[in-house]
């Protein structure tokens, strides 16, 4: 049975909803598939993380939420798509961005991924998706998420977010805490959360070295308020590709594309960006589906 790592509550007067996630072994899974080294995946990690608190505010279970950044630094496109229960998968473009560490001995994220854009997709399932756009604050991820609520949504927020990386390159922590103040918050409730922001943000070193579990993290969070406790649920690191998705993709090529894909190769290999699986193809079933179209 899959361990709970996401929880939900909500302050007992609406003022204020808290989402925690536990996401070292989301993080870990992305590691061993993008093979990425400590700087790329605190970045990597990060944007899963933040992805997949936002997931779980879509409204419709059939929902996909991505998240994008498109900076100039090194690490290219670092993106990551979550559903309705938090399940993310996500995808660096350069695994093996690195730079020295600040002067305070952390990653340096903001400066792999650069100044650019964010852009976040909010894909219901019916209607048409909804795009936000917003100018990366400092590549850090977790400012940038809260300049997207504040400009995009108008919703105050608080993202905190971490990922610990071991001495073998795995993820020894990875975590995050959104935070948000709905309509009607009183100033007692914005002061309260204000006077325990700095509590929470180290997020990853509650995790690894204080142990704490998500609902600590959460009485930390909201201490001086009532507040109820509404769900806690697992997600993961989920894959959802196919055969028949990248089939359907592939036939949208013109014939100049498949003439340039195949050139003498009677059959090519695509492989999967988020979980690096492997699937095989001829021209034939290509023309065979594009017939179909």
Do not use: H, W
Not at 85 to 111: C, F, H, R, S, T
Not at 205 to 210: I, S
Not at 220 to 231: N, R, V
């Amino acid at each position: 049975m899959k361990k709970d790592n996401v929880l939900r509550a909500m302050t007992r007067d609406g003022a204020a909803r808290i989402i925690v996630i536990n996401s070292t072994e989301i993080v870990d899974a992305a590691v061993r598939y993008q093979r990425t080294v400590p700087t790329a995946t605190a970045a990597l990690g990060r944007v899963m993380t933040a992805a997949s608190l936002m997931g779980t505010l879509l409204k419709e279970p059939s929902g996909r939420l991505t998240v994008k950044f498109k900076g100039d630094g090194p690490a290219g496109t670092v993106l990551a798509v979550s559903d309705y229960e938090g399940n993310v998968k996500g995808y660096i473009q350069n695994p093996m961005a690195e730079l020295p560490k600040k002067p305070n001995g952390k990653l340096d994220v903001g400066g792999i991924i650069g100044r650019g854009e964010m852009c976040v997709i909010r894909d219901e399932g019916v209607g048409e998706p909804q795009t936000g756009f917003c100018e990366i604050v400092s590549g850090e991820v977790g400012e940038d998420i809260c300049a997207y609520f504040a400009q995009s949504e108008q919703i105050p927020t608080v993202c905190a977010l971490g990922v610990l990386v071991d001495t073998d390159l795995s993820c020894k922590a990875a975590g995050g805490v959104l935070l948000q103040l709905l309509p009607g918050a009183s100033e007692e409730t914005i002061a309260a959360i204000e006077k325990n922001l700095p509590r929470i943000s180290s997020i990853s070193t509650l995790f690894d070295k204080e142990n704490m579990s998500n609902e600590e993290i959460a009485a930390l969070a909201l201490d001086g308020l009532e507040y109820d406790i509404f769900d806690t649920f697992p997600a993961e690191y989920r894959c959802d590709c196919s055969k028949e998705r990248i089939l359907c993709a592939l036939a949208s090529f013109s014939g100049k594309e498949l003439d340039d894909t195949f050139r003498d190769d009677r059959t090519i290999e695509v492989c999967c960006r988020f979980c690096d699986k492997k699937y095989e193809f001829t021209r034939e079933e290509i023309e065979a589906r594009r017939a179909l179209a």
